[in-house]
């Protein structure tokens, strides 16, 4: 395994060199759009400081992302953070560029401006993704990975340490824990308990024992606030990070808010409501795009609709009754993909379901017709949702929509799947598909639902053509 400063003085220095690629090319293109470049050019009067200007351009745009920290280590691999910087300090760069030309009533030409910007951006940011695929794999075998002591309760550890192995990406490994005042040993938390005391000194004696590169702190710790404060400056001594964990889960970045008051970083959780503005906006891009995809799926609908009509007896849709917004109940269109009885026949199956809680599958329904398997490979049979995400009983993006029986069968925090319209598409979607268990597939839908955005729909979308694409779970 990498030690950490290896990796991290590694990525870094990568990255440096990466981000001085892209912003030369960025300005060296706007310039040459700008000017023309040909055999017999000469650089002067007008051409000369613009040249001067690139090389400053370039050397700050280089500086700026340094400064707006894009590549600390705790911000790769996982998360919009990254992307953020990138952006913020390439606009401010730009901002500024415009405040001081306008202030010192220098002429900036802007086509200059207008290509160096969009180009250099574009590139930095596609860049980074391409470099976090490769840190992704690279964690995926157990490399570039940041090592956690964990400091809490049992319980919390447990809950902490599964969800860190579930996102190995984001570049955390638990490799031991410490528990002040508890008695559990390791078979109660499945990581190695290393101490139990409450003291700053065996803390620091358990960070060296297992080597950690940072100190998580979870729910149930019984430490003294000045302890951890205590902590937190022998952490800062050597190098070694300090995580607090909350027990917070399913909450995304936009909801949580930190405000200070009287010394103590207040966490405020606001939950998001799909009322007025965004209600209409989530809306006018339903109707924009599932109209968009309809225009130009129409050619494809008409060959699936024939191959449909050919393959077996029956209609070309299947009509089936969900359960939408508030519990109201619509017809879910969809293209044929079982034979036509197949709902009649679905009693005699039921021993053999393979799906998990409220769910019937089966990876090999012998109901499912030959088109039907590679419609519902490439979820092609979905096309047809489109009408009713334009007719508004269903959206792009939301939660699966479920069956009326499914419903009925719900427990009370379930049915806050209702509060917004079912999707054609959704985390699900992209997470999984059938391969999901009940628990997967109710906690996806209930952290779209709480943390709804229309930026995250688009993203989304965007996974959603990856997930067909791949068929995975599909079936």
């Not at 953020?84 to 002429?107: C, E, M, N, P």
């Not at 034979?339 to 990876?363: I, T, W, Y």
């Not at 917004?420 to 391969?435: D, F, I």
Request: hydrophobic residues 50%; contains cysteine; positive net charge.
């Amino acid at each position: 395994m990498d030690t950490v400063s290896d990796w991290r003085v590694k990525t870094s220095r990568i990255l440096g060199i990466v981000d001085a690629f892209v912003i030369v090319w960025a300005v060296a293109g706007a310039f040459v759009v700008r000017f023309g470049l040909d055999p017999s050019f000469v650089i002067s009067g007008q051409e000369f400081t613009y040249a001067w200007l690139s090389v400053v351009l370039a050397v700050a745009w280089w500086l700026m992302l340094g400064a707006w920290n894009s590549r600390q280590s705790r911000v790769l691999g996982a998360g919009p953070d990254e992307y953020k910087r990138v952006a913020a300090a390439s606009l401010w760069l730009f901002g500024l560029v415009a405040i001081v030309s306008y202030a010192l009533r220098i002429d900036t030409a802007r086509g200059y401006v207008g290509v160096a910007l969009p180009a250099g951006l574009i590139g930095l940011l596609l860049a980074r993704w391409f470099l976090r695929q490769h840190l992704s794999v690279n964690r995926g075998r157990g490399d570039s990975m940041s090592r956690l002591l964990l400091l809490g309760g049992p319980g919390a550890i447990q809950h902490l340490s599964k969800s860190l192995a579930g996102a190995r990406h984001a570049g955390y490994v638990a490799v031991a824990a410490h528990m002040p005042g508890s008695n559990a040993d390791d078979s109660d938390t499945g990581l190695p308990i290393v101490g139990n005391e409450a003291s700053v000194t065996s803390i620091l004696q358990s960070i060296d024992l297992c080597n950690a590169d940072a100190v998580a702190v979870s729910a149930g710790v019984q430490l003294h606030p000045k302890t951890i404060r205590e902590l937190g400056w022998e952490l800062a001594a050597r190098n070694v990070g300090l995580i607090m964990a909350p027990a917070l889960t399913d909450i995304a970045g936009p909801r949580i808010h930190t405000q200070q008051v009287a010394g103590l970083p207040l966490i405020h959780v606001t939950t998001p409501t799909l009322e007025g503005g965004q209600r209409v906006a989530k809306r006018l891009f339903d109707v924009a795009a599932s109209g968009l995809i309809l225009i130009l799926a129409l050619p494809v609908m008409a060959v699936i609709a024939v191959l449909v009509k050919l393959d077996s007896k029956g209609p070309i849709f299947f009509r089936q009754e969900r359960v939408g917004i508030e519990g109201r109940r619509f017809a879910m269109l969809k293209f044929r993909s079982m034979v036509e009885d197949a709902e009649a026949r679905l009693r005699d199956l039921e021993h053999r379901n393979e799906g998990s809680g409220l769910l019937f599958k089966m990876k090999h329904d012998p109901r499912v017709t030959r088109v039907g398997a590679v419609l519902r490979k490439y979820s092609l049979d979905e096309l047809p949702q489109l009408f009713n995400v334009l007719a508004g009983s269903m959206s792009l993006v939301g939660p699966r929509p479920p069956l009326p029986r499914e419903v009925e069968a719900y427990e009370q925090e379930v049915r806050r799947r209702l509060l917004v319209k079912p999707g054609l598409t959704g985390l699900w979607q992209v997470s999984g598909r059938s391969n999901l268990s009940w628990q997967d597939s109710v906690r996806l839908d209930l952290y779209y639902v709480e943390n709804w955005s229309l930026a995250g729909d688009l993203v989304i979308i965007l996974r959603t053509a990856r997930a067909v694409f791949h068929s995975t779970g599909a079936y």
